[in-house]
Antibody
Framework: VQLLQSGGGLVQPGGSLSLSCAAS????????MIWFRQSPGRGLEWVSA????????YYTDSAKGRFTISRDNSKSMLYVQMNSLRAEDTAMYYC???????????WGQGTLVTVS | DIVMTQTPLSSPVTLGQPASISCRSS???????????LSWLQQRPGQPPRLLLY???SRFSGVPDRFSGSGTETDFTLKISRVEAEDVGIYYC?????????FGPGTKVDIK
């Protein structure tokens, strides 16, 4: 299993950024996927989740209305589009597989988003 | 949201000696299916988190048996029977019962 992340970088407040997560080594469409982020001041935070078929999506309150999670099962790809970015969105972002045991068995390597 | 707390926040240990980390949740982590969705993750410096245990005490594939978990409802414990150098890192408990999934603040384990 491999989750290879891309995207991220430096963006000004109010700007937009898109992150991608390329999955391999498992049947992608059978698993829900999650985005987390981690920053020194806020620790590890759950950001958003999406069901295997892509129909069901969930967001933390701070991401609602600004972030959009999506997936392309034909390409085994997970995405998050982040708009109206704020300084407090600065963090390392991770994609992860949401396992059937309510666990997180596989994580991407992380990608850094800096809003400044 | 379910609040997760951990003690201690720092744990210097001697190689070969045991270590123990406690985790408490602000409400029961038992879901309607009867399972308790408490996981432990390890994060080594510069690495993403890595799953160690799920549903309190089930070890993920490849995790050494020196790691064990116990607890019920709201109080949980991670034990390392004999700490090795590769165990240095930050350990997090996480609840997967309901969104938003939440993490404890982390316990830093290092070698004395």
């Amino acid at each position: 299993v491999q989750l290879l992340q891309s995207g991220g970088g430096l963006v000004q407040p109010g700007g937009s950024l898109s992150l991608s997560c390329a999955a391999s080594g498992f049947t992608f469409n059978q698993y829900s996927m999650i985005w987390f982020r981690q920053s020194p001041g806020r620790g590890l935070e759950w950001v958003s989740a999406i069901g295997g078929a892509g129909r069901d999506t969930y967001y933390t309150d701070s991401a609602k209305g600004r972030f959009t999670i999506s997936r392309d099962n034909s390409k085994s790809m997970l995405y998050v589009q982040m708009n109206s970015l704020r300084a407090e969105d600065t963090a390392m972002y991770y994609c992860a597989v949401w396992g059937p045991n309510g666990d997180l068995p596989y994580w991407g390597q992380g990608t850094l988003v800096t809003v400044s | 949201d379910i609040v997760m707390t951990q003690t201690p926040l720092s744990s210097p240990v001697t190689l070969g000696q045991p270590a123990s980390i406690s985790c408490r949740s602000s409400q029961s982590l038992v879901k309607s299916d009867g399972n308790t969705y408490l996981s432990w993750l390890q994060q080594r410096p510069g690495q993403p988190p890595r799953l160690l245990l799920y549903k309190i005490s089930s070890r993920f594939s490849g995790v050494p048996d020196r790691f064990s978990g116990s607890g019920t409802e709201t109080d949980f414990t991670l034990k390392i029977s004999r700490v090795e150098a590769e165990d240095v890192g930050i350990y997090y408990c996480m609840q997967g019962k309901q969104f938003p999934f939440t993490f404890g603040p982390g316990t830093k384990v290092d070698i004395k």
